[in-house]
């Protein structure tokens, strides 16, 4: 016996050495007392019969182990070739798996044959039999690919929702799965996204036809999956069904529509049918009813923006993430707003200074963008004394837009500014500043908010207030 051979019995790894064209098998000290033999030498009838008959090598592997070493030990450079087995001591004991490295040796010193080194790797299956418990528990879907966007694993309500086994998704790409073939390209086009740009991506929204008919609505999270040195191999993404959110969001959007529809509409037809009487289109009326008609236009005036405040703060809360944005003359948007001001503006002999570029463009949701403006400048105003000013700038860069309205006011107490932005909130108790509905700048806050963007203020007590929005420049 060489001496190399005779070194493994201090391994506790369990090794045998099958002499090519013998009839006997060695093993070391390790592998005698796993299988509970006396002899480092075994005939390899004997040992096969041994292992067979007392099922000492599960049914299923041994298969397996002889296939491939057919295969390996009929082929002319007999390549090396590594597997997971389940061996055991006694037919009374439970199964343990190994992994097995067996490889062709012909050194000098040495008669050539056939090493296998088993390796016990129990532990690191109960680990991973532990994980995939896990995995299989969490009711969203859980997935890895590699870098050409083929499945490496997923747990069970993945596995459900795409109609296949667990452990026949190796290797498959989305085209094999439940999803139409639109859906495949757009998961797809995500992959190399995140992959590419080395950045996660969150709460893509996206639709699923699973393999029971069902045309759901996910929330995908999307994370590259990176190795030691920092470089993408692959994915990994996570989504939530939310497909009964949708439903409900789209119910009550259709609410929300028809509320608004049915309460707009009477305060609108009571309006003009209110100048048609001032104008007196139906006989002359006094100055005094023309004075009670104007009250009455302004309260409906008053409940109609209300009514549009509520559905304005409905559609940013419901906006997931982002807004549409297009490519905007930001400083015309800002003007056209402060003209629409300026008589009211003039009434209490306030002084709006704009302090704006001639033409800056900037990528941003125009509507939004200007109902931030108007919000910002009626608070101004409605805070401004007679004989006040109130200060509007917009400065465009290369990475933002930002825009700075100031007034000359009685300001905002350090309390105070500490709810601004909050829903409904109109001033601590007894100093409620304005009428209203406490939604202006907490709409103003969700729809910078919705740009990716901060707004913020800053306020000294009687000497007035500012409020800066800063909003980060698209690129798409």
């Known amino acids: 016996m060489s001496s190399q051979l005779l070194l493994t019995n201090r391994l506790k790894d369990l090794v045998l050495f099958k002499v090519q064209d013998r009839a006997r098998v060695w093993i070391n000290d390790a592998a005698c007392d796993f299988f509970r033999l006396s002899d480092n030498y075994v005939e390899i009838e004997t040992f096969h019969q041994q292992i067979s008959n007392a099922g000492l090598i599960h049914v299923a592997d041994l298969q397996m182990v002889q296939q491939k070493f057919a295969y390996a030990d009929k082929a002319e450079l007999k390549p090396s070739f590594t597997i997971e087995v389940r061996l055991r001591p006694h037919a009374d004991e439970p199964y343990i798996w ?46 890895w690919k590699d870098t050409s966007s083929r499945y490496l694993g997923c747990n069970r309500q993945f596995a459900r929702d795409a109609g296949i086994k667990m452990q026949d998704i190796i290797g498959r790409d989305d085209y094999a799965l439940a999803w139409k073939t639109s859906e495949s390209d757009y998961y797809r086009a995500w992959d190399r996204k995140v992959m590419e740009s080395g950045k996660p991506e969150y709460h893509i929204i996206e639709t699923q036809l699973q393999s029971d008919g069902k045309q759901a609505w996910v929330d995908t999270n999307k994370i590259p ?29 259709d609410f929300v529509a028809t509320l608004t529809h049915d309460l707009k509409n009477p305060i609108l037809g009571t309006n003009r049918v209110l100048e048609l009487i001032a104008a007196d289109r139906f006989g002359a009326i006094s100055q005094e009813l023309k004075e009670i008609i104007i009250q ?54 306030i002084e709006i200074n704009c302090n704006c570029p001639k033409s800056a463009e900037a990528r941003v949701n125009a509507e939004g963008f200007r109902r931030v403006l108007q919000n910002l400048l009626d608070n101004a105003l409605k805070f401004t004394p007679d004989g006040g000013s109130i200060f509007v700038t917009l400065e465009v860069d290369m990475t933002q837009c930002v825009v700075r309205v100031s007034d000359t006011g009685k300001g905002i107490s350090q309390e ?61």
């Open 296 to 349: 009455i236009k302004s309260s409906n005036g008053s409940l109609l923006r209300m009514i549009q405040s509520l559905t304005d703060v409905y559609r940013y809360d419901s906006v997931s993430g982002t807004i549409d944005r297009d490519l905007c003359d930001v400083s015309e948007i800002l003007r056209d707003c402060v003209r629409q001001f300026e008589v009211a503006a003039q009434t209490k002999n």
């Open 98 to 143: 190994h992994q097995v490295n067996a490889s062709f040796i012909q050194d000098d010193g040495m008669e050539a044959g056939w090493i296998f080194f088993c390796r016990d790797v129990q532990p690191f299956k109960d680990v991973q039999d532990m994980f995939q418990l896990v995995l299989d528990n969490i009711p969203e879907g859980i997935f």
């Open 225 to 253: 999956l990176t190795d030691t040195t920092g470089k993408v191999i692959g994915i990994l993404g996570l989504y939530e069904d939310i497909t009964e959110r949708v439903k409900k969001e789209k119910q009550l959007e």
């Open 416 to 476: 105070d500014q500490d709810h601004l932005f909050h829903r409904f909130w109109q001033g601590t108790p007894g100093k409620k500043y304005s009428q209203g509905t406490g939604l202006g700048l907490y709409l103003c806050k969700q729809i910078v908010e919705a740009h990716r963007g901060t707004i913020t203020s800053s306020s000294i007590e009687g000497q007035g207030a500012t409020f800066i929005v800063s909003i980060p420049l698209a690129t798409e």
